[in-house]
């Protein structure tokens, strides 16, 4: 097993997840501290570096990686830790030996990085030769430097298409290393040929400076692809590495603070006029890795956003399209699609900037660096900034409207890890689209999928199901078992719009003496939008099996108190998360409205607690009433 294998996981994973999964971790300057796991300590003496991916111990010595790490944590060998971190970051890690350092593997990888920067010699020597004389004016016109093109090693590929090939082979490199690299490309006859000509070229390098890759922008109007980008190659993982991260790492560390812009010109001048906390992306949504990359650097990421129709929806847009590539002929957009988790982060902020209609940042830095400055200060976290444009995108006036805006900003806020957070979010577009939460909720659990598969052998892996789905299944489970002078659950318990729908179908039929033929008959009659919800009832009813009557009676009334209480808190929650948004005051009416309703559920929970401890439940309050005393008393 190749070396790259370890290096993506430890790319993939960022250290502090892994470590603060077992370890309270707090910041503390660059790093984070905590109390060491591997000794007994009161003060803590633990570290955990994001930058470098390592932790060290300075009470008892222990130290290492994220592998080490776990190895020590749960006692297990290096191949057992390597298979459990791939699974976590999703890199396929193959069965057999344990991996051992190649140094072929890595001397090839050495030449090709070689190969890479002597094409980037050549063409930074072509910008300056006679030949360049058009690409320097091109980059004069457009404010570029001499000291950014000397920093930044951009250069000129001339037209003929065969120049760097020549100067390659000069070299003594073979034109198959040469294509390995990106170089070059390849015809389907096999002949060999210049990838980039007559384009001005941007050195794409790593986070340690070397040259890995190029993108390239076409000189003449008429010329297409406009943008073109190195193919992904040995050396150069689009997903994997942001432009100018090499030149913006320690401005990002300073001012915990990275800027996501969509071109190489718009990172240049952003660098050229002091703001050397920008990167741009190459060519690809903006993804996990490279949030993971930010992440360890900055506590905030905010991207650039065009401010007209198209860069809008751009952003929004991202929630809709499953993470696709761009080809490398497009221009980079920004989509956040699949970065839901790291939305409610308290580490790192994902935040949107929105610039001038019709402005690049290159334009907003170069006319005014303090308006740049200002827009980057006014940042909105990502739910709230599309929360903010879908009145200019859609007629909220009208049902249609209605309906297409929430099922958009649903599909993004059911993507946020914190309960609380949806919960609030949820409020917030209730009263934006002037309707109840319920109704919102169902919008987002029936929406269509999208990108279906081709096949079921493209199918993916569908992630397990919440713990309130798992509840809400469990107790319709019950339900398929429970005699008929059992009480039922209330539809309204139920958060998940096919589970109310399943319950009251059971309803309409009754008590079913085969549990087995009720679910047989859900399947046939309500169709395959509830194909999943079903077959995870299935795998709930067969855990009742052991259960005789009475126990069964007892088990749905306990589990039918614990989903109210689940229902009622979540909605607690959401109240008082709405009572406390100081930038989105309620105009008193709301206030005294929303106090009420407050301590109406905390009357409701109160009840269901009692119920509990009848049943002899103890110790299920996993919420606190603290916030409704206080608004009883006040």
């Known amino acids: 097993m190749a070396d790259s294998v370890i290096e993506e ?20 300057g660059k790093s984070f501290k905590g109390l060491c796991p591997f ?23 222990e130290g290492g990686d994220v592998f080490s790490f776990l190895q020590r944590r749960e006692n297990l060998d290096f191949r057992e830790a ?26 090839h990888r050495e030449r090709l990085l070689q190969l890479v920067a002597a094409a980037a010699d050549f063409y930074r020597a072509e910008l300056a030769g006679p030949r360049g004389a058009r690409a320097r004016a091109s980059f004069e016109a457009r404010g570029v430097s001499a000291g950014t093109i000397d920093e930044f090693g951009l250069g000129y590929a001339e037209p003929s298409g065969r120049a760097l090939e020549r100067h390659l082979v000069g070299l003594g490199y073979s034109r198959d290393e040469a294509v390995k690299a990106g170089a070059l490309g390849r015809a389907d006859d096999g002949r060999t040929y210049d990838r ?8 794409i390098r790593d986070a340690e400076g070397r040259t890995i890759a190029f993108g390239g922008r076409a000189l003449q109007a008429d010329q297409q692809p406009k943008y073109l980008n190195s193919p992904e190659s040995e050396l150069f993982d689009k997903g994997a590495n942001l432009y100018a991260l090499d030149r913006a790492a320690t401005a990002i560390r300073e001012t915990r603070r990275a800027i996501v812009v969509e071109g190489y010109m718009d990172a240049l001048i952003a ?31 905010v991207l650039a956003l065009d401010a007209d129709a198209a860069g809008v929806k751009a952003a929004i847009r991202g929630f809709e399209v499953a993470g696709e590539s761009l080809a490398d002929e497009s221009p980079t957009i920004l989509r956040v699609r699949g970065l839901g988790r790291f939305f409610g982060d308290r580490r790192t902020q994902i935040k949107a900037m929105l610039l001038p209609a019709g402005r690049d940042p290159d334009d ?21 900034f599309v929360l903010q444009r879908l009145k200019d995108r859609y007629d909220l006036g009208a049902s249609v409207g209605q309906r297409a805006a929430a099922r958009e900003a649903m599909t993004m806020i059911q993507d946020l890890p914190d309960p609380v957070e949806r919960a609030h979010y949820i409020q917030r577009l209730a009263r934006l ?33 919440r713990p309130e789905e798992q509840l809400q299944d469990y107790v319709l489970a019950l339900v398929l078992r429970a005699p008929a002078d059992a009480p039922r659950p209330d539809p309204s318990d139920f958060a998940s719009a096919p589970h109310r729908a399943i319950l009251g179908r059971l309803a309409e039929v009754g008590v079913w003496p085969d549990p087995t033929a009720a679910i047989e008959w859900l399947s046939q009659g309500l169709g395959p939008a509830f194909e999943e919800t079903i077959q995870r009832l299935r795998a709930a009813d067969a855990e009742n099996e052991r259960l005789g009557p009475e126990a069964l009676v007892k088990e749905l009334r306990v589990r039918t108190l614990e989903l109210r209480k689940l229902r009622l808190f979540g909605q607690y929650q959401a109240l008082d998360s709405v009572l406390r948004d100081e930038a989105d005051p309620l105009s008193p009416p709301e206030q005294r409205e929303y106090v009420q309703r407050l301590v109406d559920l905390a009357d409701g929970l109160m009840r269901v607690m009692e119920e509990q401890r009848e049943l002899g439940v103890v110790g299920t309050a996993s919420w606190s009433i603290r916030r409704g005393q206080e608004v009883l008393g006040g």
């Open 364 to 384: 907003v830095i170069r006319a005014d660096p303090a308006h740049w400055e200002r827009l980057a200060a006014e940042a909105l976290p990502v739910v709230d």
């Open 82 to 107: 390597l298979e459990e971190l791939g699974r976590r970051a999703g890199v396929e890690v193959e069965r057999g030996s344990t991996p051992r350092p190649d140094s072929a593997a890595r001397a």
């Open 433 to 465: 689209l002037n309707t109840r939460e319920e109704f919102l909720l169902q919008a987002a659990e029936t929406r269509p999928r999208r990108h279906a598969p081709a096949t079921p052998a493209a199918a993916p892996v569908e992630p397990p199901a």
């Open 39 to 61: 000794h007994s300590e009161k003060t803590p003496s633990f570290t955990v570096s994001p930058e470098r991916g390592t932790y060290h111990c300075f009470g008892c010595g």
């Open 271 to 301: 660098h050229q006029h002091g703001f050397r906390n920008v990167v741009a992306t190459l060519g690809t949504a903006i993804g996990e890795r490279h949030i993971q990359i930010l992440r360890r650097l900055a506590s905030e990421v």
């Open 9 to 28: 996981i430890k790319r993939r994973l960022d250290i502090v997840d892994v470590v603060g999964q077992t370890v309270d971790l707090k910041r503390t």
């Open 196 to 203: 980039f000509r007559d384009r001005l070229m941007f050195a």
